[in-house]
């Protein structure tokens, strides 16, 4: 069954600290990996994107990582911001563009503090 | 920022309303879909449309409708409404220029039913 567990479920940290996101998945035939950030009564916002041969991508204070042989990616977000505080959510494509699916994670809600 | 819009952005009404959940993107895309979303749950796609005259159910059943007469307009109508369909709807639209195919999602509608 194709899935996407993200962990962990909550997570606060202060100001100024470094945290990283977990996403492990079952999605097969893999196409691509998406991370969103999703701010409260707001929709998705597209982070970064992987394909199946890419480990790392970068934006900004943002940087995931994916490991394609082991089915998981991380996001790690260096030095937070108040503005951090969203819900991440991880999303996995199962084949190219015109017939691929998504297949959404639940999200980590992360809460930065002064 | 996506130039795609959702009206109303809440909603609260009484039992046996119809109601129609607007979505209009600028950016020309073929592509488009609804999403529905429980807090803390993961979204899942109720209908998707890959151009005018095109509309398809998603993977969760939803008693809602969609229509596709224009490329830029994709409203989702509840005939009958019931305290079952109080959740978030979010609808978003894609292109595979980027041959990823990367959905913009908008702000999200609300809905409350009484």
């Known amino acids: 069954k194709n899935q996407v567990e993200q962990s962990p479920q909550s997570l606060i940290i202060l100001e100024g600290k470094n945290c990283t996101l977990q996403?492990?998945?079952?999605?097969?035939?893999?196409?691509?990996l998406r991370w969103y950030k999703q701010d409260t009564g707001r929709g998705p916002v597209s982070l970064t994107i992987?394909?199946?041969?890419?480990n790392t991508k970068s934006n900004g204070r943002y940087t995931a990582t994916l490991d394609a042989d082991t089915k998981q990616s991380s996001l790690h977000i260096t030095a937070s911001q108040l503005s951090d505080s969203a819900s991440y959510i991880c999303?996995?494509?199962?084949?190219?563009?015109?017939?691929?699916?998504?297949?959404f994670g639940r999200g980590t809600q992360l809460t930065v503090w002064p | 920022e996506a130039d795609i819009y959702q009206t109303p952005r809440y909603l609260v009404i009484g039992t046996g309303k119809k109601i129609t959940l607007e979505c209009s993107q600028t950016?020309?895309?073929?592509?488009m879909y609804w999403y529905q979303q429980d807090p803390g749950m993961e979204l899942h796609l109720i209908h998707y449309s890959y151009g005018v005259n095109s509309t398809e159910k998603g993977d969760l059943s939803s008693e809602s409708t969609v229509s596709r007469i224009r490329t830029e307009h994709f409203p989702l109508t509840l005939e009958s409404a019931r305290p079952s369909h109080t959740s978030q709807y979010l609808c978003a639209s894609s292109h595979d220029r980027e041959g990823t195919d990367t959905q913009y999602f908008g702000p999200g509608t609300r809905l409350t039913v009484l």
């Open positions: 999303v996995v494509s199962d084949r190219g563009s015109t017939l691929g699916r998504l297949y």
């Open positions: 992987m394909t199946f041969s890419e």
């Open positions: 950016m020309g895309h073929d592509k």
């Open positions: 996403c492990n998945y079952t999605v097969s035939p893999f196409s691509n």
